[in-house]
């Protein structure tokens, strides 16, 4: 499971963002947001994991991780309004499987 959903966050490009839950459905584990999570913190920062939301484009981590994801996406030029990323402007699209 880990190694797919891994596959699928590395598909997500610069200045564009997922959800844990679309990245679990692009991965084929509908459901599976939680698992996206442990597959992040276990890849040992390979992965372009600023990129990953939670629903409604929140930054779900908390204290310095927090504001590292969101000066990480920043600079991507990423927007925000009213702390959350503008997923109409930002959202990556999978293709369907």
């Not at 564009?16 to 459905?25: D, E, I, L, N, Q």
């Amino acid at each position: 499971m880990f190694p797919a959903i891994r596959r699928v966050v590395m598909k997500i490009p610069r200045g564009r963002v997922a959800t844990y839950g679309g990245v679990a459905r692009a991965a084929g584990f509908e459901g599976a947001s939680r698992q996206v999570a442990w597959a992040l913190r276990g890849a040992g920062g390979r992965l372009p994991w600023h990129r990953v939301l939670g629903a409604g484009g929140r930054i779900l981590l908390t204290g310095e991780s927090g504001i590292e994801q969101r000066l990480r996406l920043e600079a991507e030029g990423i927007e925000f309004r009213n702390g959350r990323v503008r997923l109409d402007r930002h959202e990556f699209k999978f293709r369907a499987r």
